[in-house]
């Protein structure tokens, strides 16, 4: 029961982390390092790691409803790690285009 609250705490403050960092990164957009950071991609990455953090509401849920949590619940794993993954392997892809573009 304690284990619950202390990972619900544990994602709701990566959660609210990831909307900070979200709107430093929409504010900022216009400074030159944030831009040679790929703010469009470092958005995604900050949705998919929300959709990861909010993943953690639907574990506990019991009786009925589990079989459509479980299936949600896989549905938001695999859509969170192929939103952060793919976008920073876009990232990964870029900077490595341009120190091989020589």
Same mark, same amino acid.
């Given at each position: 029961?304690? +284990?619950?609250?202390? $990972?619900?705490? +544990?994602?709701? +403050?990566?959660?609210? *982390?990831?909307?900070?960092?979200?709107? @430093?990164?929409? %504010?900022?957009?216009?400074?030159?390092?944030?831009? &040679?950071?790929?703010?469009?991609?470092?958005?995604?990455?900050?949705?998919?790691? &929300?959709? %990861?953090?909010? #993943?953690?509401? *639907? +574990?506990?849920?019991?009786?009925?409803? %589990?079989?459509?949590?479980?299936?949600?619940? #896989? $549905? #938001?794993?695999? @859509?969170? @790690?192929?939103?952060? $993954?793919? %976008?920073? @392997?876009?990232?990964?892809?870029?900077?490595?285009?341009? $120190?091989?573009?020589?």
């Amino acid at each position: 029961s304690h +284990l619950r609250y202390i $990972f619900w705490t +544990l994602s709701s +403050l990566g959660i609210v *982390l990831s909307i900070g960092l979200l709107g @430093f990164n929409i %504010a900022k957009k216009s400074h030159r390092i944030i831009k &040679m950071s790929s703010p469009r991609l470092n958005n995604i990455i900050l949705v998919g790691c &929300m959709v %990861a953090y909010s #993943t953690i509401y *639907l +574990l506990d849920v019991e009786g009925e409803e %589990a079989q459509p949590a479980c299936v949600i619940r #896989t $549905f #938001t794993i695999v @859509f969170s @790690f192929s939103l952060s $993954f793919g %976008a920073l @392997f876009a990232k990964t892809w870029r900077v490595y285009e341009i $120190f091989t573009a020589g």
